[in-house]
């Protein structure tokens, strides 16, 4: 599968951004789906993943309650909606796939087989 991340840009801290990551090439409902970020200077970290369905979801502690990670499987698109976002959130963005097990999702980078490209998130403060 290949993966197409969009949707990055500049915002003022306590703005909102809205992440996509459009899948082609197999079903995109066939994979887990994570988003990761690195920050200049920084290693990858996790931000959030889904399961295969959407049922279940997790994330890195500090965006809990600010990220929200979606997808729709008829369209072959995952999203991440960013909220309240401060300079800390400033990186490039990820998405990624991983063959899973339905209800399964993973918070490690190597268990995903599939990256798209990264989109820069600038939050100026």
């Known amino acids: 599968v290949q993966l197409q991340a969009s949707g990055g840009g500049l915002v003022q801290s306590g703005g909102s951004l809205r992440l996509s990551c459009a899948a082609s090439g197999r079903p995109f409902m066939w994979y887990a789906m994570g988003w990761f970020r690195q920050a200049p200077g920084k290693e990858r970290e996790f931000v959030a993943t889904i399961s295969r369905g959407g049922t279940n979801a997790y994330y890195v502690d500090s965006v809990k309650g600010r990220f929200t990670i979606s997808r729709d499987n008829a369209k072959n698109t995952g999203y991440l909606h960013m909220s309240s976002l401060t300079p800390e959130d400033t990186a490039d963005y990820y998405c990624?796939?991983?063959?899973?097990?339905?209800?399964?999702?993973?918070?490690?980078?190597?268990?995903?087989?599939?990256w798209g490209q990264g989109t820069l998130v600038t939050v100026s403060s």
């Open positions: 990624a796939a991983a063959d899973a097990n339905a209800g399964t999702y993973y918070s490690t980078p190597d268990r995903y087989r599939y």
